[in-house]
C-alpha cells in the first residue's frame, strides 16, 4: 500500500504514536502547512539555537560569531556555559572623522586656569597662554610661537592707589619704587577751605616730607577774566609751589583745582629728582578768574630716591578732591 487517505490518527493503545522508523525520512511537501496546538518536544538542533543576520544570510551562526567589533569597539562573553552575556564597550581613542562638527561643548572640554587663552605652539599643539597683568594686552610673538599678554604700546598706565580727601590739612601719597621709571599723579577737584591760597608739596624721603630749603620751581602761568601770562621762580624754598605767587585757588562752591603731576625715575639715587605739573583752577571770587599753571619743579642737591609727595595748601584745608597713583609701563 503506498498511500493511506484518513482524516486522523491515533494509537491503537495507550496514547503514544509513531511516524516512521529511524533512519526514515519524513517530508513535508511544499506548500504543506503543520500547525501546533499542543506541546512539541524533540525538534531542536544545534541550527535552531544560531541566528541569520538577514533573510538571504547563508549560514546561521552564535551571536557572538555573528557580532563583528568594529574600529575601537570590543565585545566580551560573560557568564560563559550559564546564563551568557555580551558586552560590546569602546576601547582607545575616537578618530577625528567619528566626531560630529560642533559636537564638543565646553562642560566637554578639560578644566584650565582662570585667564589663560589657548593657542598653539610652534609644533601646532595646543597650549595655554599665560594670564597676564591687569591692564596688559595679548601681544604676538609673530610666527612659531604663541603670543603672551604684555604692556600695550606706548605705555600702559596701572593705578596703584587712590586717595579720597576729606577735610586734611595734609594729604601723603606714597607708593613710589623701582618698579616703574615713570609715574603719575592725578588730581581731580581739589577743593580748598581758604580763599586765595596756594596747592604746595614735598617730596617723601625715607619716610618723611623733605623739608630742607633745596626746593625749586618755575611756573608758567595764564589767566582768563584777568587778561595776562606771568612767570615766577621760587628758588630756595621748603617746599614746591604747584600754584601762581599771585591770585591763587579760592573756595568759592563752583571752584577747584585739577592737577596732572609727572615723576619720574623717582628710585633713582644717581641724579637729583625733577617733577612737571599742568594745572587748572578757578577763582571766581577774583574777576571769575580761570587760570593755568604750568610748573617744572626740582630739588637741586638731592639725589635721594623719593617715595611720594605730601600735598598741602599754604592755608587751611583741603576738603574735598581725589588723588590718584598710576606707574607707567
Same mark, same amino acid.
Given at each position: 500500500m503506498s498511500q493511506i487517505e484518513v482524516d486522523k490518527v491515533i494509537p491503537q493503545s495507550g496514547t503514544a504514536l509513531q511516524v516512521g522508523e529511524s533512519g526514515d525520512t519524513i517530508t513535508i511537501p511544499a506548500g504543506a502547512t503543520i500547525t501546533?496546538?499542543?506541546?512539541?518536544n524533540g525538534f531542536g538542533s544545534a541550527d535552531t539555537e544560531k541566528v541569520k543576520v538577514s533573510s538571504n544570510d547563508t549560514t546561521a551562526g552564535f551571536l557572538n560569531g555573528k557580532l563583528v567589533a568594529g574600529t575601537n569597539i570590543s565585545l566580551t562573553e560573560g557568564t560563559d556555559g550559564g546564563n551568557e552575556t555580551l558586552t560590546a564597550a569602546l576601547t582607545g581613542t575616537i578618530a577625528t572623522a567619528q566626531i560630529a562638527d560642533d559636537a564638543v561643548t565646553l562642560a566637554k572640554m578639560a578644566p584650565g586656569t582662570d585667564g589663560n587663552v589657548i593657542s598653539y605652539d610652534a609644533s601646532g599643539n595646543p597650549v595655554a597662554v599665560a594670564t597676564g597683568s591687569a591692564g596688559q594686552v595679548l601681544?604676538?610673538?609673530?610666527?612659531? $610661537?604663541?603670543?603672551?599678554?604684555?604692556?600695550?604700546?606706548?605705555?600702559?598706565? %596701572?593705578?596703584?592707589? &587712590? /586717595?579720597?580727601i576729606s577735610s586734611d590739612a595734609t594729604v601723603t601719597v606714597s607708593g613710589m619704587d623701582s618698579t616703574y621709571k615713570h609715574y603719575v599723579m592725578i588730581l581731580t577737584?581739589?577743593?580748598?577751605?581758604?580763599?586765595?591760597?596756594?596747592?604746595?608739596?614735598r617730596a617723601i624721603i625715607s619716610g618723611s616730607p623733605y623739608t630742607?630749603?633745596?626746593?625749586?620751581?618755575?611756573?608758567?602761568h595764564s589767566r582768563t577774566g584777568n587778561a595776562g601770562c606771568e612767570y615766577d621762580n621760587n628758588e630756595g624754598q621748603t617746599y614746591w609751589n604747584f600754584t601762581h605767587d599771585g591770585n591763587g585757588m579760592?573756595? $568759592?562752591?563752583?571752584?577747584?583745582?585739577?592737577?596732572?603731576?609727572?615723576?619720574? %625715575?623717582?628710585?633713582? &639715587? /644717581?641724579?637729583?629728582?625733577?617733577?612737571?605739573?599742568?594745572?587748572?583752577?578757578?577763582?571766581?571770587?577774583?574777576?571769575?578768574?580761570?587760570?593755568?599753571?604750568?610748573?617744572?619743579?626740582?630739588?637741586h642737591s638731592i639725589s635721594s630716591a623719593i617715595t611720594g609727595i605730601q600735598f598741602f595748601p599754604s592755608g587751611g584745608n583741603l576738603d574735598t578732591g581725589t588723588i590718584k597713583l598710576y606707574g607707567v609701563s
Open positions: 501546533n496546538n499542543g506541546t512539541a601681544t604676538s610673538a609673530g610666527a612659531g $610661537a604663541p603670543p603672551t599678554f604684555a604692556d600695550a604700546g606706548g605705555g600702559a598706565w %596701572n593705578l596703584i592707589s &587712590t /586717595t579720597t577737584q581739589l577743593h580748598p577751605s581758604n580763599n586765595d591760597i596756594h596747592l604746595q608739596g630742607t630749603g633745596n626746593y625749586f620751581s618755575i611756573i608758567e579760592g573756595n $568759592a562752591n563752583s571752584d577747584s583745582m585739577s592737577m596732572i603731576i609727572d615723576i619720574y %625715575n623717582p628710585s633713582d &639715587t /644717581t641724579f637729583e629728582k625733577f617733577v612737571k605739573t599742568q594745572a587748572d583752577y578757578n577763582h571766581s571770587i577774583v574777576n571769575n578768574m580761570s587760570s593755568r599753571s604750568y610748573s617744572h619743579n626740582a630739588i
